[in-house]
């Protein structure tokens, strides 16, 4: 009796660590970036999917903080800025959203947990706080943007997504133009 009752606690209670295990949540880039490669693994393309999944997902983050920046912002400047990366990632993230689907390309739905993570950060912030710390953010982000965008355009292997990456170059420099111009006006 007693090996009966110690072998169904053993087993409910590794039915409970199962049961808490799964639930653990997703990060919606990581399995995006795990099912494009098990569609596109050895195939030509599979740098051009990693490259779609990080722009969805940097797009999806433009026009949070976009969004939080239009509520937070102290400066009549940095919250046109916000208003700015709503409407144009908006735009950016729809055709990217249309080119993947013709390409079966499996894209983010929710931020990843690094994107997550600077959103809750700067959520915290407000007025002048938010201003330094959102457009400081944004300098270095447009930056990097930037370089994987035309990393994209010239290295790209699917010539759809080469041209959409291309396409999005003089916005992003404008971005880019914009934010630091704000960075110099908050110092």
């Known amino acids: 009796m007693k090996k009966i009752t110690l072998s169904a606690l053993f087993l409910a209670s590794i039915l409970t660590f199962s049961a808490c295990n799964s639930s653990k949540k997703e990060d919606s880039k990581e399995m995006a970036e795990d099912a494009n490669e098990k569609k596109f693994d050895d195939t030509k393309i599979e740098d051009d999917t990693e490259f779609a999944v990080a722009a969805a997902d940097g797009g ?13 912002a102290a400066s009549p400047g940095v919250k046109d800025f916000g208003k700015m ?10 055709e990217l959203k249309a080119l993947a689907e013709k390409k079966n ?13 600077m959103y809750n950060d700067l959520s915290e912030k407000t007025g002048k706080d938010f201003d330094k710390a959102y457009v400081s953010a944004m300098v270095d982000d447009h930056k990097d943007d930037i370089k994987k965008f035309e990393d994209a355009a010239k290295d790209g292997k ?22 630091q111009g704000l960075k110099e006006t908050l110092k």
């Open 85 to 94: 990366m709503v409407k144009d990632h908006s735009k950016a993230n729809d």
């Open 60 to 72: 999806m983050l433009e026009v949070q903080l976009g969004e939080l920046a239009e509520k937070n």
């Open 158 to 179: 699917d010539a759809d997504i080469k041209t959409w990456a291309a396409e999005k170059l003089p916005t992003l420099n404008h971005h880019l133009e914009t934010v």
């Open 105 to 117: 390309i499996t894209l983010p739905t929710t931020l990843s947990e690094k994107c997550q993570k």
